[in-house]
RNA sequence: GCCGGUGUAGCUCAGCUGGCCAGAGCAGCUGAUUUGUAAUCAGCGGGUCAGGGGUUCGAAUCCCUUCACCGGCUCCA
């Protein structure tokens, strides 16, 4: 028999017989981790360690500790998820059922509803199938013969699936007397799944199109060790106690009523948020020289057919009626904006021309899509258009970028994800303009040396588009600034500048949105914050908490102190123990409490405590106010 | 919009296999206590049981319906 080279990863090679399963090789090589081995890596190819090898190779191993070996085993899990529920419900037809970014899924077609209950019986079947440690075997079918199979088995999802791959061989898994259609790799058997929990039922779209069949869909997530699934678990109920719409019940910041569903009610405390948030930006964009404008809510049905929204965007928009003429509520702030352009006659001295405004808008949402504030049907964007030549588009996208990364920091968000998105197949304007529009984003991300992700063919139609991911304190993304390069908005309103030939020119105009929607940008900060916000943007920034009425008149010069230097402070002088009152402003996370007893009232100064860091003991109120004043001024983030 | 679930006091929830006046904790109010760094004690008030309709001698509980909210609705075998 011949042999063949295989190459390690450290570099080292060895010779083993043409045909030898990996999993033999493997086992000698790393006999340590074996059981914890999940694939192996041929070439860079991830593939069943039932796999025999063939050729000379590099091999590598996937274990469940990185992301590659996660993922198989999830897609395992989702396996034996369906096996189980074939095993209870023999009428299920299968969907599909992936490894997503956190766990699993399955997509089960049946006419039983699956409840939560439901799922321990569940969970149940899938620890008995995992006992049983059936192996899971690879078989490659032509593909009629899949179809065959397939087809007696009443699996009709499968079939279409069978119908859109490409080739001639169709893959599946079988274990014991389940099969299914399935790329791979898996785990080499039922066994390795050790810990896992299901975690909710959901229905969906088959394909997520909601003309199709509704499928139940199973999610869950596993791990090789109980320790990892623990703290899974635990994650997942931080990230609910950071819930925006918990925190903003419990510290009385919003609120949704059944009479404006999708329409938030801003509370006291919330306002502030809002307004610092408003401030900050205004104070920024000013300094840029931007110039803010603000566009009416209403506006005539004629300009949404010019702007092109009464064809693109009708289903989204709310009309109403005003002297017999019908009227649009705006779902975007640009049409409003370039009525103020086209009010009078433009110089390309004037370029960059910056227009800036928080525009409020509205936008129908599907009843069932609404939430909390991360999607709603009135919110206010931090928009702005930039009008200018197009040798000036490159040098503005920079300024844009700078802007954005500053504005970032501030909000302590410090990792981004940036994406480019090009030219789709259905577009507007000449290959020119799109051309020069991409070179000029794509030129500015390389200047401003940033990693980016390419989405060929996901711009608007009407141009390009940079959009901004931002990573929050538990990990997670969310987008939210934008940047865009519009061909159609010039055009469709005729805009013109006077060039330094004297003749007319039509500008180029990009859209840019920072925070995206201030609504939602709060509710991010809610979460990314957990409620604790820095102290500029706290709503109440100080509490002075007197520890008993003796020194209530010293507690009350100690406030009008703090107000006076513009800290937004509360007294509380509730008939209340001191660690009650403590207590209180903890929970409501207020940043500092400044405590008053009878010993600082003699010593005519204050004690200090912090926010979850405690008591830093007594020193003189104005040290305080300037620390706070301090903290706002600079927008610290504590 | 669609599928599934939920809706009881300001908040968190119990009661829900139909039948004593619908309960608890927290919050609120009143009083006592005058307090030293995450909950002092006692008393009091508070609910069209989401809205509407039905079944029944009798409905928070069962059925229908409307509304709102929650989990989701391709991260592609």
Request: proline share 5%.
């Amino acid at each position: 028999m011949d042999k063949i080279s295989i190459t390690l990863p450290n570099g080292k090679k060895r010779s083993v017989h043409r045909g030898t399963p990996v999993n033999q090789t493997v086992k000698e090589i790393f006999p340590d981790i074996y059981p914890l081995i999940i694939a192996a890596v041929l070439d860079n190819e991830i593939v069943d360690l039932s796999t025999s090898i063939e050729k000379d190779t590099t091999l590598n191993v996937l274990t469940s500790k990185e992301e590659g070996g996660l993922k198989i085993f999830w897609h395992s899990a989702s396996h034996i998820m369906a096996q189980a529920v074939k095993s209870l419900y023999p009428e299920t037809i299968l969907g599909i059922g992936p490894a997503i970014s956190n766990g699993f899924y399955y997509d089960f077609f049946l006419n039983d509803s699956i409840t939560e209950t439901n799922l321990l019986q569940i969970e149940k079947r899938m620890k008995e199938i995992i006992k049983e440690d059936i192996p899971f075997v690879k078989r490659i079918l032509p593909k009629d013969e899949a179809f065959q199979l397939f087809e007696e088995k009443g699996e009709r999802f499968k079939l279409e699936l069978i119908q859109d791959i490409p080739g001639d061989t169709i893959t599946i898994y079988e274990n014991g007397d389940f099969f299914d259609l399935c790329r791979g790799p898996h785990v080499p058997s039922t066994g390795y799944i050790k810990y896992f929990q299901l975690l909710s039922v959901a229905g969906a779209y088959w394909r997520g199109d909601e003309r199709n069949a509704v499928m139940q869909r199973i999610y869950g997530v596993a791990y090789t060790e109980e320790k990892a699934l623990k703290e899974d678990i635990q994650a997942r109920e931080e990230a609910q106690k950071r819930d925006h719409r918990r925190l903003g019940k419990e510290l009385d910041l919003f609120s949704f009523h059944p009479e404006g569903p999708g329409f938030p009610f801003w509370h006291p405390n919330g306002v502030i948020l809002y307004n610092e948030i408003n401030q900050y930006m205004r104070e920024v964009l000013q300094r840029k020289n931007y110039f803010e404008i603000k566009t009416p809510l209403i506006l005539n049905e004629a300009l949404w057919h010019q702007s092109g929204h009464w064809d693109n965007y009708k289903s989204n928009m709310y009309f109403t009626d005003i002297d017999d003429q019908s009227y649009a509520v705006k779902p975007m702030n640009c049409p409003g904006g370039l009525l103020i352009y086209k009010n009078s006659a433009h110089s390309y001295r004037e370029f960059p021309l910056k227009y800036s405004e928080m525009g409020m808008v509205h936008r129908h949402e599907k009843s069932g899509v609404l939430h909390g504030l991360f999607r709603v049907r009135q919110f206010t964007q931090d928009d702005a258009h930039v009008f200018c030549t197009p040798d000036q588009v490159e040098e503005e996208i920079i300024k844009i970028i700078d802007l954005i990364d500053e504005i970032y920091h501030t909000f302590k968000f410090e990792n981004f994800l940036i994406e480019l998105s090009t030219r789709p197949n259905k577009s507007i304007g000449t290959a020119k303009m799109w051309n020069m529009a991409e070179k000029a984003l794509t030129n500015a991300l390389e200047y401003k040396k940033l990693t980016y992700q390419i989405n060929k063919g996901e711009g608007a139609f009407y141009g390009p588009k940079i959009d901004y991911h931002i990573q929050d304190s538990i990990g997670r993304m969310w987008q939210c600034g934008t940047i865009q390069v519009d061909f159609s908005m010039p055009d469709r309103f005729d805009l013109e500048y006077v060039g330094p030939d004297g003749d007319k020119h039509r500008p180029v105009m990009i859209h840019r949105a920072i925070l995206g929607s201030v609504e939602r940008f709060i509710g991010i900060l809610i979460e990314h914050f957990g409620g604790a916000f820095p102290v500029w943007l706290a709503p109440v920034q100080c509490v002075v908490l007197p520890i008993s009425e003796k020194v209530h008149d010293y507690a009350h010069q100690v406030l009008n102190h703090i107000q006076k230097s513009q800290i937004r402070s509360v007294l509380d002088i509730r008939n209340e123990k001191i660690g009650y009152k403590i207590r209180e402003a903890e929970i409501k996370k207020v940043p500092y409490m400044c405590i008053i007893g009878e010993k600082e009232k003699n010593n005519k100064n204050i004690s200090v405590r912090k926010r979850s860091e405690g008591s830093t003991g007594q020193t003189a109120l104005s040290s305080l106010i300037t620390e706070i004043r301090d903290q706002i001024k600079r927008r610290m983030h504590y």
